[in-house]
């Protein structure tokens, strides 16, 4: 028989699937006789059941009843009873941690009885009526789904009729009358009384729970983690304890070593006489937890211990929640932390130092995207002397974000489809603003504390963000806020520290990061064990360099058109472009050779004797072609043609498909003395590098677009005659190799062929993905946006390889080369080289190296270590 609930003492953690994250680590703490109070679990399968009939199914209802008899024997307390009543917590727990994502629903089980029992049994009445009210509210809101606003209108109607300032100065009988206008509330908005018998409340609770799993905030979430829609959720059942009973309880969430650097310390918050909801939801600003040491000692050193055991059983950093009942201390909820890259890195790098995990291990831990994070700017410590902080809040995600202020997570969303960068500032942020901290670049709030919401999603996404800023007053509906008097409105632009809280009324540069430390120590042991090759896409020195420092082990692709543009070559090329005689195009081409010798040289000097792959011209020859008046008059003037020629070459030129059309090696045939001159070029500055340097170099000519075998043999003729007239003509000669781009999916096809003349193959994902789907790289991303919306397509297919179907090209492609080639060198140069799931398929089937562009390469070098742990 199916069974859908489990007791604390029938789990483990490794049934994360079943009982989810929350449930199994409760089950496994219960296990290694940590202090939890006890519970039950209904399981995800349950869940699944719930979606598929629509309802509990009877089944599960009897079980969840079996199990609470249990709870009730074991805690030696009834649900319901006006003497010694059972209350309880319901919390989700998916298999995968969703933060903020669902409900949760404390002290369920109080009635207008059992509220009495809880007075009695605390002596405290005023606790137990505050926390019936509570109750209420947030069964109102989560499971009855009445705005929370509604609730909080009762509440400040009675704040302000008995005068209270703040809500300790209600006593229990306005407390009383508050209940009352609850109630009264609920039966207005939904025609029915609030359940008065806790069974019913707790089967609504689990509902509302299931339920949860597909709002819309945790069906965004899902997508932007990719996480399955069909893992379903389980719901915890735990009997509750009190952070608020008076000075003697408290709450707190505790890391044991900080989520924000990887310290290795206990990192956390605590709040006395509170309730955990409060801590989390940032609805008070909680004290740093070293303030517990000083107010529980006893309580602390317990705690102190309990982090130690809990983080060398699970051999990773934790982060913890717990509760401290009148000097006892009970443990809520332990779960791997949440951390940003350079904790991450911290983290992994100290626990192999401490002999506590290998280095594969530690390699695993670090998500290759989140690296992402330590390779993007800072603020330049020196520059920001210059700089007077206007206000300061908690350092809750590190980096720094400049941009322009909005109040809204839809306005962040608008702005930043426009192209433009914005900072998003909230009161206090709620996972409806998820959508908006992902289109900002960094998030402030003026409420919450460093495990809030913003704090908690800020870290996870790399988002540098300044939580708890009080000293800013926020006016979302008039969208500005006020800081020291000062009035910033929405557009205004400022700046955020997220490693220091600062807050800056002005734009302010940043800089690159520095790669060493526990980081270099990543990278060194990421790359002993890779076995792909990383290189990088590069047309200038800076590039170039910045990937070298970065790890790059050579160039692997070099678009030359973007040599190009620059202003004073771009006449030249048009004046190519325009000449009607080949001789005319000799003369034009003549005067680019030394630019583009020039280019080369410096890029052979920038990669010291690493291989550099340069491509052949590949852009429609109309791309460089004045598009204004302005621009056609001045190249008529400057060349003396008339502007009647001029425009007779642009319609001339136009094509209605250009990305078909022609470009790539369809230029070298044709004009095969534009591919002469970027040989000529090539040859000659690695010769003249040569003799300048002694660095030995062996250059890889690329020929773009080849679709037809005999393309190829007829570029590489005219690559050939020209490298060998250049070697006569310096009397000296080199090693160099010709391939191409399989990029069209005729090539993939007959690549066996295409072999006989390629010594190489570079993948053109970008064109085999756009030909393949026959999807427009530059025209299809607002349609693709849409199919992943209505399930049409999961990723997008160009940033991450749709190895389903163009995959079956890449390696088709493969084994063809391999066939007549065995040691032909196969790279990828496409944006996917850069992408850690395409790695690790590139790393399946074969490829010897991934190109991608500079700052994606350290995550290239982890992703290639990852797939080679994954598929030894
Ligand atoms: C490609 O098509 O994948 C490629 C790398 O070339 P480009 O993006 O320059 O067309
Ligand atoms: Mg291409």
Known sequence: MDKFVYSFNEGSKDMRSLLGG?????????????????????????????QEKNGLDDAIVKEVYEHLEELEQVMGKKFGDVENPLLVSVRSGAPISMPGMMDTILNLGLNDDSVKGLAARTGNERFAYDSYRRFIQMFGDVVMEIPKSKFDEVFDGQKKKVGAEYDVDLNTDDLKAIIAGYKELV??????????????QLMEAIQAVFRSWNNDRAILYRKLNNISDSLGTAVNVQSMVF??????????????????????????????????????????????????????????????????ILENHYKDMQDMEFTVEDNKLYMLQTRNGKRTA????????????????????????IAPDQIDQLLHPTFDSETLKKYTAVAKGLPASPGAACGEVVFSADEAAVKNDAGKKVVLVREETSPEDLAGMVAAEGILTARGGMTSHAAVVARGMGKCCVAGCSAITVYEDEKYMEIGGVKYHEGDVISINGTDGSVYAAEIPTKAPELSGDFGTIMKWADEIRTLGVRTNADNPRDAKQAVKFGAEGIGLCRTEHMFFEDERIPKIRRMILADTEEERREALAGLLPYQKQDFKELYKALAGKPVTIRLLDPPLHEF??????????????FNIPMEKIQAKTIELHEFNPMLGHRGCRLAVTYPEIAEMQTEAIITAALEVKQETGIDIKPEIMV??????????????????????????????????????IEIPRAALIADEIAEDAEFFSFGTNDLTQMGFGFSRDDTGKIIKEYINKGVLEEDPFQVLDQHGIGKLVKYAVEGGKKTRPNIKLGICGEHGGNPKTIDFCHRIGLNYVSCSPFRVPIARLAAAQAAIRNK
Request: a negative charge.
């Open 342 to 365: 350079e904790a991450a890195v911290k983290v992994a790098v100290d626990m192999v130092n401490e002999g506590k995990i290998d280095k594969e291990t530690a390699i695993m831990r």
């Open 187 to 200: 039966k207005k908005e939904l025609g029915r009384e609030f359940p008065q018998d806790p069974k019913d």
């Open 243 to 308: 952070g608020n009973t008076g000075e003697t309880s408290g709450t707190g969430v505790a890391f044991t070593r900080s989520p924000v650097n990887g310290e290795n310390r206990i990192f956390g918050e605590f709040l006395v006489n509170a309730q955990g909801e409060d801590v989390v939801a940032g609805i008070r600003t909680p004290q740093p937890i070293d303030e517990m040491k000083e107010a529980f000692p006893e309580v602390y050193a317990k705690f102190e211990d309990i982090a130690k």
């Open 625 to 638: 072609l004045p598009k204004n008046e302005e621009d056609m008059k001045k190249l008529s003037e400057q």
């Open 704 to 741: 773009p677009l080849v679709g037809i075998a005999n393309e190829l043999k007829n570029v590489k003729k005219t690559i050939s005659e020209t490298a060998e007239k250049c070697f006569e003509k310096a009397g000296e000669r080199l090693d160099y190799m010709v391939g191409t781009m």
């Open 22 to 50: 929350k449930g199994a680590n409760l089950a496994e703490m219960t296990k290694i006789g940590l202090p939890v109070p006890f519970g039950f679990t209904i399981t995800t399968d349950a869940c699944k059941d719930y």
